[in-house]
């Protein structure tokens, strides 16, 4: 048995209280898309050894926050810690199981083979983006962490009008701009570029710029299948998901 395995049968036994197995159930879960590439594997392993049913929908944290809020029935919610403190002052997570899983930094990609800019420092970064024939990056108004950050970090570095024309907005995942062409450069979280292999990271943002979003979770005040919820969000939560998370280019809290 591996060590995650072991460790989610450890916390499956823990939250039952004796040797006992808990009786199966389907959890329902909401988690950004940033996390994906790492949360399938460590849920088809949560399944395996727990026997329980995880259905995890992915999407922007934005539309994602306003569903829960508006009552949607789910058991596990995963959002940005600001969201998730927000959710635990409106009651709609049980504050005993809130913690915080991940966190991920913001890259830049391009298509394999392609030249790949300096972004070695801001000055550099700047100047990629200036001389990029076009860029992308999630629309802001859908809501997601990355895309917020961005829009603000061009009218910071004061070549927001200079971007404007050459910037190409998506709802989804920035890098399938990149893949169709529409874009010569992807600018998202560096998670969601690792988990694309038609894109090659160049490297995160200059950290004088760069933007870290931490992912915290809990069980929903509501939902039906609380233990079993418990003991997923202790083991995303648990070390034994580190290694997981860093090979999908999240670093484990």
Not at 113 to 134: C, E, N, T, W, Y
Not at 198 to 205: H, Q, R
Request: aromatic content about 4%.
């Amino acid at each position: 048995m591996t060590k995650t395995l072991a460790a989610i049968v450890a916390f499956g036994l823990t939250l039952t209280g004796s040797g006992a197995v808990a009786a199966a159930a389907e959890i329902k879960v909401v988690c950004p898309v940033a996390m994906k590439s790492a949360m399938d594997g460590l849920i088809g392993e949560f399944e395996h050894a727990s026997s329980h049913k995880v259905t995890v929908a992915y999407g922007p944290a934005g539309p994602l926050l306003d569903r829960v809020q508006k009552g949607e029935a789910v058991d596990v919610v995963i959002l940005t810690g600001v969201q998730i403190a927000a959710l635990l002052k409106q009651g709609k997570i049980v504050a005993a199981s809130q913690a915080d899983i991940a966190k991920v930094g913001i890259g830049v990609a391009v298509r394999p083979g392609a030249d790949r800019p300096d972004i070695g420092s801001v000055d550099a970064f700047k100047s990629a983006m200036l001389a990029a024939k076009s860029i992308s990056y999630v629309n802001p108004a859908n809501g997601g962490s990355a895309g917020i950050y961005l829009a603000g970090m061009f009218e910071h570095l004061g070549i927001a009008a200079e971007m404007k024309p050459k910037t190409v907005l998506v709802p989804g995942q920035a890098t399938d701009s990149v893949i169709n062409g529409t874009a010569a450069i992807a600018i998202t979280q560096m998670s969601e570029i690792m988990a694309e292999p038609k894109v090659e990271l160049v490297g995160p943002l200059p950290a004088a710029i760069q933007n870290v979003t931490l992912y915290s979770g809990g069980v929903a005040a509501d939902s039906k299948e609380p233990e079993a919820a418990a003991a997923l969000m202790k083991f995303l939560a648990s070390p034994a998901t580190a290694a997981v998370l860093k090979a999908k280019g999240l670093e484990a809290e």
